[in-house]
């Protein structure tokens, strides 16, 4: 299984979003062809031979701008995402809360955020003889060395060498040449700006921009999965929210080795 993550939003106090957003899009290493082509087929019939490499972005696509005076892109968003209804996809985000204050990077240790997606990834297909490879939008500097702590935490974490279903080497790509990152970054996207206008308390705005948003999200949410940890106790929800406070704690500081959800 392929396991594309990316980010919208940065948990930075500088930084504009209120509630960032890691997303995961999962899907079997045999689909991998099958859905960059129907990608790319969308692209190419909307915008034509020489628009169809645009990259998926949700920062150019998913704004006001884009719906009011690109009807073409709009086109585009509209199709992409009612494409994923069909596509065998599974989606695990983490909603995080914005830090009033700096997280430490000099921590060895891999962010709450990222531990929390690997662990449903792994659950996800535990039994299995599937393994998933996790590719990482980024050079791995982010951070302060995200490739470090990956490694760190599933060859040196005592959860981390749990994850038997989980390829111990991430892979940190660029997302214009990587459609599952492109996809990632496009649920992420949603998922931001469902959370930051509260959507969830006025799931029908007569806003015509955020209804969109709201649809997209209802996509979104249908591809996700519930799950529960590895002694059935705690549920794993495919939507998780993360408070602010868990930006701070390591996991050793909760009395042992293992990251509650």
Not at 117 to 122: E, M
Not at 123 to 137: E, H, K, P, W, Y
Not at 152 to 168: K, P, T
Not at 228 to 256: A, C, K, Q, S, V
């Amino acid at each position: 299984m392929l396991v594309f993550i990316d980010e919208s939003g940065h948990p930075h106090p500088n930084d504009p979003t209120t509630r960032p957003v890691l997303a995961a899009v999962c899907f079997p290493q045999s689909e991998s062809r099958n859905i960059s082509r129907q990608i790319f087929n969308i692209k190419r019939s909307l915008l034509g031979d020489e628009r169809a490499g645009v990259e998926l972005k949700a920062n150019s696509l998913l704004n006001r701008g884009t719906f009011n005076r690109k009807p073409e892109l709009r086109e585009l968003v509209e199709s992409i995402f009612d494409q994923m209804r069909n596509l065998p996809l599974t989606v695990f985000a983490v909603i995080m809360e914005k830090p009033e204050r700096e997280i430490p990077r000099s921590t060895i240790h891999l962010p709450r955020q990222y531990r929390y997606i690997l662990q449903r990834v792994n659950a996800l297909i535990a039994g299995s003889q599937s393994m998933a490879v996790v590719l990482v939008d980024g050079d791995g500097s982010q951070y302060g060395g995200l490739s470090a702590k990956f490694e760190g935490y599933l060859n040196r974490h005592r959860e981390g060498q749990f994850m038997a279903n989980v390829v111990d080497t991430p892979y940190f790509v660029d997302s214009k040449y990587t459609m599952g990152i492109q996809l990632a970054d496009m649920v992420a996207g949603v998922i931001r700006q469902y959370e930051q206008a509260e959507l969830f308390s006025d799931p029908y705005p007569d806003d015509f921009y955020l209804r969109a948003i709201a649809r997209y999200y209802n996509i979104v949410r249908s591809k996700t999965q519930e799950l529960t940890d590895p002694t059935g106790t705690f549920p794993w929800h495919g939507l998780h929210r993360m408070p602010e406070r868990l930006h701070y704690i390591e996991p050793e500081d909760e009395g042992n080795g293992e990251d509650r959800p």
